[in-house]
């Protein structure tokens, strides 16, 4: 037989290896068959993670300044960058001496919410008063607001935050200060000196942050600027003993809602002043242990090697749960990572990993269905909000879809997850393919707010399901 020439040979063996299957089944005879799935290396464009990028809008007192967001510019972070965040500073500079905000100006917030929601991405936001002036230290005042007129803004602000929470995955606490970041305060600490905080001052941040509390629905979440502001204000200590435990995890309550935002990370030894405990390692066992259950985020701000280069900066944000990081900001620590760069692109946040599944073949109509899934979580953090876990049969003529008792919240980094589950089959006969939805429950038909899995050949982009590559058989 004549041999083929080497450089047709080669075509022909990698022609082959492009069609052997990414999953791998095994028989076994007791009627269910494994079947072993393999990873992915891509970044994924997975909803409430990864780098984001930073977007403010201002308004100043003659209606001036209001920059609204583009559908474009966002879709095609989410397409061509696999960016599915933006954080959103609305500043209110014109409010800060009047109690009632423009209809004009909610009416413009309302527009960016549905603009964020054309996209198919999502928005940390966040409201402050002013920008510091020319110098440093910055001069006063400051420009922010007392504590009547915020409470009265966050009333006003409200409906539009509830109106919106699908597209809202958390506030920042802001309203205080320069930023919004709670130091440089005309109202909530001493103008001359922020270090200097009184008693009433710390009543009254815990106004605004209980406000804040209660202007978001109940399982949507805020950041405070640093441990400390949490800690003091509900009277935890600092350390793992003061943090959030499982058992309290997700159940409503104020310290269960509170993460934290490290908007100095790796830039001094405690980060310019986001940790205030002695030693400083005590405030980031806090964050360590509260971040397993609560959004911890933020940006670098200045080179501070060696803490600032990649081998530190990963196992910082592996141990402190990282789910995102601002993109546009510093890059001149950012652009030191280099290949750790796509590294974070991938692990910021969940990445959760399909392993082994074990399914029953055939059935009878409204029989129980044996399913058993294994799934690692290769990233630095857990899904913060909720989600809606649903095993899809796909038929020809009928689809069911049967909900699944689990929280992805639960599924730990590092961890593996196993779902052992018996669930009814379809009444109708036939062969039925199996998929997996970990959905949004705001956003349940926008399969841009749905999690892809890390593995070959299992997403549907267009419905959000992942195709777990079993059949069921259902007879008479």
């Known amino acids: ?23 791998v089944a095994v028989a076994h005879g007791n009627g269910t068959t494994t079947r072993t ?37 966002l879709t095609n972070f989410r397409t061509q960058e696999n960016v599915t965040q933006i954080l959103r500073v609305f500043y209110l500079e014109k409010f800060a001496g009047q109690d009632k905000l423009d ?53 006003q602000l409200t409906p539009i935050l509830r109106q919106n929470s699908d597209v809202i995955e958390l506030v920042q606490e802001g309203f205080i200060g320069l930023w919004g970041e709670g130091y440089y305060t005309d109202h909530f600490s001493d103008p001359n000196d922020p270090s200097i905080v009184t008693d009433q ?37 600092t350390g793992t003993a003061g943090a959030l435990t499982a058992a309290q995890a997700y159940n409503g309550s104020p310290v269960a809602r509170i993460g934290h935002h490290n908007d100095c990370f790796l830039a001094s030894p405690d980060d310019f002043g986001t940790y205030l405990s002695d030693p400083i390692e005590l405030d980031k066992d806090f964050v360590a242990q509260d971040s397993k259950y609560l959004p911890q985020g933020g940006e670098t701000c200045a080179v501070n090697s060696p803490r600032s280069d ?19 900001y510093n890059h001149d620590v950012l652009d030191t990572w280099a290949d750790g760069l796509t590294t974070a692109k991938q692990k910021l946040g969940y990445r959760f990993t399909l392993l082994d599944g074990t399914f029953t073949n055939s059935t009878r109509p409204r029989s129980k269905v044996s399913v058993t899934l294994n799934l690692r979580n290769d990233g630095w953090a857990a899904p913060y909000n909720p989600r809606k876990v649903t095993l899809i ?6 689809t069911y879809s049967v909900p699944l008792p689990t929280d992805p919240r639960r599924w730990a980094p590092g961890t593996t997850t196993t779902l052992n589950l018996k669930v009814p089959a379809p009444g109708a ?10 959905a949004d429950p705001q956003l349940a038909s926008r399969p841009e707010y749905s999690i892809r899995l890390a593995n070959q050949n299992t997403w549907q982009p267009t419905t959000g399901n992942n195709d777990l590559g079993a059949t069921i058989t259902v007879t008479h």
């Open 1 to 23: 037989m004549k041999r083929p020439p080497l450089k047709r040979l080669g075509v022909a063996v990698a022609l082959l290896s492009l069609a052997l299957p990414t999953q």
């Open 37 to 73: 799935y393999t990873a992915s290396t891509d970044v994924i464009a997975n909803p409430e993670r990864g780098f984001y990028h930073h977007t403010e809008t201002h308004y100043y007192a003659d209606g001036s300044g209001y920059t609204p967001l583009d559908r474009t510019t």
């Open 103 to 155: 209809k004009a100006y909610l009416d413009k917030v309302r527009a960016d919410f549905t603009t964020i929601r054309a996209a198919g991405v999502k928005a940390i936001v966040r409201f402050a008063y002013a920008l510091p002036g020319e110098g440093w230290p910055p001069p006063t005042p400051y420009g922010d607001a007392p504590l009547a007129r915020v409470l009265k803004h966050i009333d």
């Open 201 to 237: 001052n710390w009543a009254d941040r815990k106004a605004v942050t209980d406000a804040l509390l209660r202007a978001l629905p109940r399982d949507r979440m805020i950041q405070v600027r640093t441990p400390y502001m949490k800690q003091r204000t509900y009277g935890v200590p």
């Open 310 to 328: 990649w081998p530190s900066a990963s196992e910082e944000m592996a141990r402190l749960h990282f789910s995102f990081l601002n993109t546009d």
């Open 393 to 398: 049969f796909q038929g020809t003529h009928h």
């Open 429 to 438: 006969p036939g062969k039925y393919r199996l998929l997996l939805k970990i």
